[in-house]
């Protein structure tokens, strides 16, 4: 939210404002502008009647309100005589109705807010056009000083001025219809109706003393089974309230120029061209499921106004008024892409148990996590806790997990991270230090960095291998420490083979670079360099190159059993051989190894087949993907389900999931855990366990992932460089001083924070 706004300030010209739209963001940003300098000249172009509205009820959150408060009392006081307020959230799942409370909500009708900002920017003497088509927005920039385009997620101002905006409109999966039905219900409803055509969901929540919105939504094949396409406003009306019958207690639904219709989730690189400015949804776009359409659109208002009054210029107010924004509302849309991604995903997790399903809902955005949750309603928290298994006091983190013979006492994994720091494939002092650290740090698991097969399938020439006896007794050492200076932690090896991503430079030289001189020849899946131009064309393998590295991988894993690895990861992600097998971006073969998905995995599969017949039967044996490419024509989502499925039937214990690196000109989604949504698709559908990674960082969010069920280990990597007893330090956060945690015996003196200096000393009096 802008800072606070200036009452008061020196006086400037005034300011002819034209406002396309009449939506809450249009009309709010009027009145504020206009409550700010009573002389500016603000007219608001509104195509519908006063009284005409989509949708039905309203939700803004405390902090909006907040921020309504400071800048406009009066419009604050008026809404806040029209709130219906409510805490629970009512989750049905297959005849279980879950309660969780202490969330607090606050709605209103969209129509009666639209009142409350007529009757407000008429009183301050906004114009507004109501029935009357706004003038094109270029003509009004040559009269006005600003033009602010609120004209909605289609707006005619966006799509004129493409150009200069750069927008980019993604179309979801799922269809969904507002109504509204003529009750309130008595918290957030959440029912879901699996039919014969497929699983249909229900939103509703109060937002007037006798009415409740009530949203249906459903992926677009059920829509079109069920029909639902080709019925109009009345008869999606009846159906849905037939569908949900139980929800509304046998009551009717209605409508309000109600029609299906897709998400469309709006993006701009530029918010501003010129002296016009976009906001609220003709700016950016954010799913229902998290109800921040209007939040987002009202704070734009604020924030536009407090730069136009903080500003010199016009220019500097649209600069910092984006500056401000793009970062919330960036934020706010991956909050609300993981809640639209989750609901698209319905169906994989209806065989969760009911409580647990509900905590996955609750926490689907990222938004609420576990603490959080646990701060807002401990009984249900707790009971989630129970049923997932953790012991009274144990954190879902703290739960032992089994693999095979291997049970890791807790399920944090230290990530396979690169150090670049071998001399000639030999593991040193370096990573007997690095790894060790991060074994007395406490992880459940620690796994090395890609280990690889052969001279040749390095990456760089700092990289470790397990080719030779010399590299295996350092590798020894290693494990031993692991194993006897912190009992209870395992320590598992990624094998790996670089393919066309090898022979270049150390990472902090300049990474993926080829070697200034002494680079060896590659080879891979097809003869495509990563980088065309820079680095080298790979030999495209023969029959007798793929049973030369399969043996080459057989003969490391053997010797990684020798060492006294307990687990053993088989490299099939980031672009590297195995990985360049599986894209169709990097595998062009026209044999038995290239073309369909189910030819372009025959390879990795046979390699995995043949380490698993080597590596001993009672350790666990994990395979890392990388989920989708994040770019056009690659892996999909899709193709992850069935290449996982593809290594569970072989034998492969959990599928470490990850993503990209596969062609340089990918475009990954970055965020908060914005990797871990892959993981959870493949567990969810397929029911195999998975090692979640990908910007975890913190202790709540693996309890989150964990507790929700999608996730069943989750791998750090740079948590554990920038603190190695990151474990034990989550640990001691959470008061936790169990078995799945101990301290090491030099190392228990740590276990608590050390003093600080104190800035909470009483203070003397100092007046009468």
Not at 411 to 428: F, Q
Request: aromatic content about 8%.
């Amino acid at each position: 939210m802008a800072g606070a706004l200036i009452m008061g300030a020196p006086a400037r010209p005034p300011l002819r404002v034209a406002v396309i739209g009449g939506g809450p963001g249009g009309l709010y940003a009027a009145a504020l502008l206009k409550r700010l300098d009573p002389a500016r000249d603000i007219t608001v172009w509104e195509r519908n009647a006063p009284d005409d509205t989509f949708g039905f009820g309203v939700v803004l959150s405390d902090e909006t309100l907040g921020g309504i408060e400071h800048a406009d009392p009066t419009v604050y006081r008026a809404l806040q005589e029209e709130f219906v307020r409510w805490d629970n959230i009512d989750i049905v799942h297959r005849g279980h109705t879950l309660t969780s409370g202490g969330h607090g909500f606050a709605a209103l009708g969209r129509r009666r807010l639209l009142e409350i900002l007529h009757e407000r920017c008429a009183s301050l003497g906004v114009r507004l056009r109501l029935r009357t088509e706004a003038p094109p927005a270029a003509e009004l920039a040559a009269g006005h000083d600003l033009v602010i385009a609120a004209d909605g997620v289609h707006s005619l101002t966006r799509a004129a001025h493409a150009d200069a905006f750069a927008p980019d409109v993604t179309t979801h999966r799922c269809r969904y219809i507002w109504l509204a039905a003529d009750f309130a219900f008595d918290a957030f409803r959440f029912e879901i109706a699996e039919t014969e055509h497929g699983v249909m969901q229900l939103h509703g929540y109060p937002y007037s003393p006798g009415a409740s919105t009530v949203i249906v939504e459903m992926r677009e094949e059920v829509w079109r089974a069920a029909g639902l396409d080709e019925c109009d406003e009345q008869q999606s009306a009846e159906r849905c309230a037939k569908i949900f019958a139980d929800a509304l207690g046998g009551r009717p639904l209605r409508g309000n120029n109600s029609a299906w219709t897709a998400f469309r989730t709006v993006v701009n690189e530029r918010w501003s061209h010129g002296n016009t400015v976009l906001l609220g949804d003709a700016a950016h776009t954010a799913h229902f499921s998290i109800g921040s359409g209007t939040k987002l659109a009202v704070e734009d208002a604020l924030a536009l106004a407090a730069c136009i009054e903080e500003q010199p210029t016009l220019p500097d107010a649209l600069a910092a008024y984006e500056t401000e924004r793009r970062p919330v509302v960036e934020s706010t849309q991956r909050a609300a892409a993981a809640s639209l991604r989750w609901f698209e995903e319905l169906g994989t997790y209806l065989g969760q148990p009911p409580r647990q399903f509900a905590f996955n809902l609750l926490t689907r955005s990222r938004r609420v996590t576990h603490d959080n949750l646990r701060l807002r309603d401990p009984a249900f928290t707790a009971a989630v806790e129970g049923d997932f298994g953790c012991p009274p006091g144990t954190p879902p983190m703290f739960t032992p997990f089994r693999l095979r013979g291997l049970t890791l006492r807790n399920r944090v994994v230290v990530s396979p991270m690169d150090m670049y720091s071998a001399e000639n494939g030999v593991p040193g002092d370096f990573h007997l230090v690095h790894l060790g650290a991060r074994a007395l740090g406490g992880a459940g698991l620690v796994m090395t960095e890609m280990v690889c097969v052969s001279a040749e399938g390095r990456i760089t020439p700092g990289c470790t291998g397990l080719y030779t006896d010399e590299q295996a007794a350092s590798w020894r050492h290693v494990t031993d420490f692991v194993h006897t200076g912190s009992p209870g932690t395992a320590i598992g090896v990624q094998l790996g083979h670089s393919g066309r991503k090898g022979s270049t430079r150390l990472m902090w030289d300049d990474m993926d670079a080829p070697l200034p001189d002494g680079n060896w020849p590659l080879v891979a899946a097809s003869p495509l360099p990563y980088r065309p131009g820079v680095n080298q064309v790979p030999h495209q393998l023969d029959r007798a190159g793929l049973t030369t590295i399969r043996e080459q991988f057989t003969a490391a894993a053997d010797r990684a059993a020798r060492c006294g690895f307990d687990l053993l990861e088989l490299h099939c992600a980031h672009g590297y051989l195995l990985s360049g097998f599986l894209s169709p971006l990097t595998n062009r073969r026209t044999d038995a190894y290239g073309g369909s998905l189910a030819a372009r995995m025959r390879y990795p599969l046979e390699v995995f087949d043949a380490v698993r017949a080597v590596w001993p039967d009672d350790r666990p044996m994990t395979v890392r993907i990388s989920a989708t490419d994040w770019a056009p024509g690659g892996t999909t989502a899709d193709d992850a389900v069935e290449i996982a499925r593809a290594f569970a039937a072989h034998g492969a214990d959990a599928i470490d999931v990850s993503t990209g690196q596969v062609v340089p000109g990918e475009r990954p989604e970055y965020g908060r855990s914005y990797q871990t949504p892959y993981a959870d698709r493949i567990r969810n559908t397929l029911r195999v366990p998975v090692i979640a990674v990908g910007a975890i960082s913190s202790w709540d969010d693996v309890n989150s992932l964990l507790l929700a069920g999608r996730a069943d280990l989750c791998a750090l990597g740079r948590p554990h460089l920038y603190d190695p007893h990151w474990t034990l330090h989550a640990a001691a956060d959470q008061t936790y001083t169990g078995p799945a945690a101990p301290w090491p015996l030099p190392y228990r003196a740590g276990s608590r924070k050390p003093p600080t200096g104190r800035t909470d000393a009483p203070k003397p009096r100092l007046t009468l």
